[in-house]
């Protein structure tokens, strides 16, 4: 009899592995493709290598800035794919080492639950039988292929599929403006490749404050990617782009094709409707200790549809685990950060000003140019940046942080670990931050309050 089952070797089933082999449990987890999921196979690890790349390459061109003089500054992509998949074969390895020291079982194989008794969950795999008194259900998510008149998931590229592309394409339509396909815009962008994005809302990354949103997208427009918003995709003929808006129907060509709508939770196949676990219109119904309906059965990650984002899956499956052996813990999402990994980067934690003013949140808001902190000015030449804060309009508490701006995505746990432990900007102007550095940008909007 196993302590947990857990379906899933993403980021939430590999770590409730983790945490749960340290506390001394039994533990046997599944995959029927490989471990780490997603996020370390298709998405997180790969793309932010093959960015990571293509940043190198802009900073190269641009070293007259700095005063270092680069000539025939070129790029070779297969090498650029050959380390992404270098660094994934790396890192896999690595979840597989954590795996053996905790003693987890690792069965690479689909999994089905059989049968749901009062006081276990059998889970067949591989021929065999696997009794487990909990399960934690991490199966995570996949792309969603939108029903748009001659598009099928054969004839387009999804975050999958676009990632083992030997030769990198003239032109690329890009359909949706979210996380992903900003991502992949800049990367393409970068490397010298007509970009075309079409999202149908009136600015891309929704969720994103707002502000921050359209000073990216005119950052990308000033290095050529082309964006079309408002822009329904009524057809889609080959890998051209058939779209309406208000000036009308317009058809955009280009060589290949990238579909980034968002993702679809994976919850069929694999026997869950056995366990009579209730579902909410986004995911697995969870309560803030991550436990479904039924007792013995947890959910984390994607699965819920709450907070597709790895990190966001980490904490889930703390949280599920320190609540199967008796420890009290709940769920926050209050300061989950949020990062675009483009150039510039944006970085987001805690409310946006539209949902402030959405849920009738008095406030006060501030924002300051990043030129504020030297070290800025020091490492981007010519470059611009913004930071804006939220604050609590009675108590002057840290309700929200957005950046625009290198390296944002490195500074913002600061900002999440103040709206975390509830801060105060008065607070916040009391701890000493290392000079120079950007990180002193919050010290500096804080006094602006």
């Known amino acids: 009899m196993y302590d947990l089952g857990i379906i899933g070797a993403g980021p939430a089933g590999y770590v409730a592995a983790e945490r749960a082999g340290h506390k001394g449990m039994k533990v046997v987890i599944f995959d029927k493709r490989h471990l780490g999921g997603v996020c370390l196979n298709e998405g997180c690890i790969p793309t932010k290598t093959m960015l990571y790349s293509a940043k190198l390459y802009e900073n190269a061109l641009l070293g007259e800035k700095y005063g270092i003089s680069c000539t025939g500054v070129s790029f070779d992509f297969g090498k650029i794919m050959d380390r992404k998949d270098k660094v994934v074969k790396k890192l896999v390895a690595g979840v597989a080492s954590k795996m053996k020291l905790v003693k987890a079982e690792v069965i690479m194989a689909e999994a089905q639950i059989e049968e749901r008794k009062p006081d276990h969950i059998i889970i067949k795999a591989d021929g065999n039988s696997y009794p487990c008194k909990n399960l934690l259900i991490a199966t995570g998510s996949e792309a969603a292929i939108p029903p748009i008149k001659g598009l099928t998931k054969e004839k387009a590229y999804t975050n999958r599929e676009i990632l083992q592309i030997k030769e990198l394409p003239k032109s690329i339509n890009i359909i949706g403006g979210g996380v992903i396909g900003i991502e992949f815009a800049g990367f393409f962008n970068s490397m010298g490749v007509k970009v075309n994005v079409f999202e149908m809302l009136d600015e891309i990354l929704p969720g994103i404050d707002a502000e921050m949103s359209t000073l990216l997208r005119n950052e990308l427009k ?81 699965v819920t549809g709450f907070s597709l984002l790895a990190h966001t899956a980490y904490r889930e499956a703390e949280v599920a685990v320190n609540n199967i052996v008796g420890e009290k813990d709940i769920m926050r999402y209050d300061a989950i950060p949020g990062v675009v990994y483009t150039n510039p980067e944006v970085s987001s934690v805690g409310l946006t000003e539209e949902e402030a003013v959405k849920q009738g949140i008095k406030f006060k808001k501030a924002t300051l140019p990043l030129a504020f902190a030297g070290r800025f000015i020091a490492e981007n030449e010519g470059k611009n940046g913004l930071i804006k804060m939220i604050t609590g309009e009675k108590y002057g508490e840290i309700l929200g942080v957005h950046i625009i701006g290198n390296p944002s995505s490195e500074i913002i746990y600061g900002a999440a670990m103040a709206i975390e432990m509830q801060m105060r900007v008065k607070d916040l102007q009391q701890v000493v931050f290392p000079h120079p550095t950007v990180s002193e940008i919050f010290k500096e909007i804080a006094f602006t309050f």
């Not at 436990?291 to 947890?298: L, V």
């Open 222 to 302: 000033k290095k050529g990617v082309e964006f079309f918003l408002g822009a329904k995709v009524e057809e889609v003929k080959g890998n051209t782009v058939v779209i309406s808006g208000k000036e009308g129907q317009k058809e955009v060509s280009a060589d290949i094709l990238l579909v980034a709508v968002g993702r679809k939770i994976n919850s069929e196949g694999f026997g869950l409707e056995k366990t009579g676990v209730e579902f909410t219109p986004k995911g697995i119904k969870i309560d803030n200790h991550c436990r479904t309906n039924i007792p013995n059965i947890y959910a984390a990650g994607d």
